[in-house]
């Protein structure tokens, strides 16, 4: 099983930004997979938010999401981004980030992902 490690998240006031990352641990190489950003709000089901495929590098959004929120990888470090900017309260939720197939629909975790501890993002004035 493999967890990927979110960070980045915290508290904003709506129309702000955060930026999160997800880094893996020693030996796991993102770029070798897809990586999904998934995020559950209280009493709400988890829904995958963005993903980016492996090799080009093809990316995904959920409808919510386009436009204001961008994925990226940083291969040399390791690292896959999600800038979340236009941020409202209905962003609000515990964000995950796992290895996943970028589907055409959205983030499929791979059978051998886990889910980590995830970030927490509020968005309130």
């Known amino acids: 099983q493999v967890q990927l490690v979110a960070s980045g998240g915290g508290l904003v006031q709506p129309g702000g930004s955060l930026r999160l990352s997800c880094a893996a641990a020693?030996?796991?190489?993102?770029?070798?997979?897809?990586t999904g950003w998934f995020r559950q709000a209280p009493g709400k089901e988890r829904e995958g938010v963005s993903c980016?495929?492996?090799?080009?590098?093809?990316?995904h959004y959920v409808d919510s999401v386009k436009g204001r929120f961008t994925i990226s990888r940083d291969n040399a470090k390791n690292t896959v981004y999600l800038q979340m900017t236009g941020l409202k309260p209905e962003d609000t939720a515990i964000y995950y980030c796992?290895?996943?197939?970028?589907?055409?629909?959205?983030?499929?975790?791979?059978?051998?992902?886990?889910w980590g501890q995830g970030t927490q993002v509020t968005v309130s004035s």
């Open positions: 796992a290895p996943s197939s970028c589907l055409a629909h959205g983030p499929q975790l791979l059978r051998f992902g886990a």
């Open positions: 020693s030996g796991f190489t993102l770029d070798s997979y897809g």
């Open positions: 980016i495929g492996s090799g080009d590098g093809s990316t």
